[in-house]
């Protein structure tokens, strides 16, 4: 069940939050999810400290919801490869 939070955060955060969940067509509610979810089960599970490094990528990438690596892959390479994107 989704229950709503109220946040206050600076506005240029929230303004290349926003930038960021359209590139990667998610949203700023899915990526704080996200992040909290991943967060708070590192720490009841007692994971291993993880180096800042790691840490800092965390969580990046996202499996499509079908769970299917290999297709998540091809989609990843797809989108990167494409004319569109080209810089």
Not at 30 to 52: C, F, H, N
Not at 80 to 87: I, L
Request: hydrophobic share 30%.
């Amino acid at each position: 069940m989704d229950t709503k939070l109220t946040l206050k955060l600076d506005e240029a955060v929230i303004a290349r939050a926003k930038r960021f969940a359209k590139a990667h067509h998610t949203s700023v509610s899915k990526m704080v999810e996200r992040y909290l979810d991943q967060i708070t089960k590192q720490e009841e599970k007692g994971a291993e400290k993880l180096t800042p490094l790691v840490q800092s990528l965390y969580g990046i990438a996202h499996l499509p919801e079908s769970g299917d690596t290999k297709q998540g892959y091809y989609e990843h390479l797809l989108e990167k490869h494409s004319p569109e994107h080209a810089d």
